[in-house]
């Protein structure tokens, strides 16, 4: 081949490539305007459904009465599981009406609203549960003191611990939602925050009968755009205990007494045993001080907490 004929040929390839370029760059545009323009579809959709039901709500089921024998945690899995993990939205079912279909309620420890007006208040708050020992052990001592606490519980772990959170709702404590599997808000697509909150949301109200009206987001993370598209309260805290990160009792008891103020709202997490040991001292502390610890749905009573509004609560005062 001489240098003319090689030019030829060079040039051909060089043609060839560009058209092959130009048609992968034009496929590859049509398809990415495609995948937004499907995806925006679905959130269109998703966003619809969620507004016109408020909460999405599948068809009751009987399980007020399940694991009150309090089995073995394998026996969760198989039992309850299976029950569980098997919502989804296709099976949500709408009674043609409003959209929600009536349970029957559960009696609850309920106090009179009356007796908490003017006092000084706080929220203690209790994320990531329910657990399984340690939450039972909270419970117990929660009620020999008479108190209320809130639950933000996830749904993944109400697949395998609902019967504490029907025993925490029973007891008179807020069970409300952190989200379905702990995914950052700000980090996923308007469909699967939705989906994250309307999941929980159906666990929540098949165990309960009754809908959730708030939610405290994973890590606290949410920006207005997210805020207004789940709509609810955002309960976000003042005082962070650390709970976590120190794994000490004491740690935790002073964290919560150096934070201690009316309208505070403390994050701790139900899953370890020095988050129950250093908040039950301190609740024994803040009782003597004349403190009065009330759940999310007494602030919500006292009109500490808009239920209608999608703003985020830093303390209650
Ligand atoms: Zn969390």
Same mark, same amino acid.
């Given at each position: 081949?001489?240098?003319?004929?090689?030019?030829?040929?060079?040039?051909?390839?060089?043609?060839?490539?560009?058209?092959?370029?130009?048609?992968?760059?034009?496929?590859?545009?049509?398809?990415?305007?495609?995948?937004?323009?499907?995806?925006?579809?679905?959130?269109?959709?998703?966003?619809?459904?969620?507004?016109?039901?408020?909460?999405?709500?599948?068809?009751?089921?009987?399980?007020? $009465?399940?694991?009150?024998?309090?089995?073995?945690?394998?026996?969760?899995? +198989?039992?309850?599981?299976?029950?569980?993990?098997?919502?989804?939205?296709?099976?949500?079912?709408?009674?043609?009406?409003?959209?929600?279909?009536?349970?029957?309620?559960?009696?609850?420890?309920?106090?009179?609203?009356?007796?908490?007006?003017?006092?000084?208040?706080?929220?203690?708050?209790?994320?990531?549960?329910?657990?399984?020992?340690?939450?039972?052990?909270?419970?117990? +001592?929660?009620?020999?003191? $008479?108190?209320?606490?809130?639950?933000?519980?996830?749904?993944?772990?109400?697949?395998?611990?609902?019967?504490?959170?029907?025993?925490?709702?029973? +007891?008179?404590?807020?069970?409300?939602?952190?989200?379905?599997?702990?995914?950052?808000?700000?980090?996923?697509?308007?469909? +699967?925050?939705?989906?994250?909150?309307?999941?929980?949301?159906?666990?929540?109200?098949?165990?309960?009968?009754?809908?959730?009206?708030?939610?405290?987001?994973?890590?606290?993370?949410?920006?207005?755009?997210?805020?207004?598209?789940?709509?609810?309260?955002?309960?976000?805290?003042?005082?962070?205990?650390?709970?976590?990160?120190?794994?000490? $009792?004491?740690?935790?008891?002073?964290?919560?007494?150096?934070?201690?103020?009316?309208?505070?709202?403390?994050?701790?997490?139900?899953?370890?045993?020095?988050?129950?040991?250093?908040?039950?001292?301190?609740?024994?502390?803040?009782?003597?001080?004349?403190?009065?610890?009330?759940?999310?749905?007494?602030?919500?009573?006292?009109?500490?907490? $808009?239920?209608?509004?999608?703003?985020?609560?830093?303390?209650?005062?």
């Amino acid at each position: 081949m001489n240098d003319r004929t090689a030019l030829v040929v060079y040039r051909k390839e060089v043609k060839i490539f560009r058209i092959l370029f130009l048609f992968i760059l034009l496929a590859s545009l049509g398809f990415v305007s495609w995948r937004i323009a499907s995806s925006d579809d679905v959130t269109k959709h998703v966003v619809a459904l969620y507004k016109t039901t408020n909460a999405l709500v599948v068809e009751p089921r009987d399980m007020h $009465d399940i694991q009150e024998n309090n089995p073995a945690e394998e026996n969760r899995t +198989e039992r309850l599981g299976t029950e569980f993990a098997a919502i989804d939205h296709n099976e949500i079912v709408h009674d043609g009406n409003s959209g929600i279909v009536e349970l029957p309620s559960i009696e609850r420890n309920t106090r009179d609203i009356e007796t908490l007006r003017n006092q000084r208040v706080m929220l203690i708050t209790f994320d990531d549960g329910p657990a399984g020992d340690t939450t039972s052990r909270l419970l117990d +001592e929660l009620a020999k003191r $008479d108190i209320r606490v809130t639950f933000f519980v996830l749904g993944t772990k109400l697949n395998y611990y609902a019967d504490i959170a029907v025993r925490a709702h029973r +007891e008179g404590h807020t069970v409300s939602s952190h989200g379905y599997s702990h995914r950052e808000f700000t980090t996923l697509s308007d469909e +699967e925050i939705l989906y994250e909150v309307s999941k929980t949301n159906i666990l929540l109200y098949n165990l309960l009968g009754v809908q959730n009206r708030f939610i405290r987001a994973p890590y606290g993370s949410s920006n207005p755009h997210i805020r207004e598209l789940v709509n609810m309260p955002f309960i976000f805290w003042n005082v962070d205990t650390l709970d976590w990160r120190y794994r000490y $009792d004491d740690v935790v008891y002073q964290n919560i007494m150096y934070g201690a103020q009316d309208g505070a709202i403390l994050l701790l997490h139900d899953l370890y045993e020095t988050t129950v040991d250093g908040v039950l001292r301190a609740i024994d502390s803040l009782l003597s001080q004349g403190y009065v610890l009330i759940s999310l749905e007494e602030a919500e009573a006292l009109g500490y907490i $808009d239920p209608n509004s999608y703003r985020i609560y830093i303390s209650i005062r």
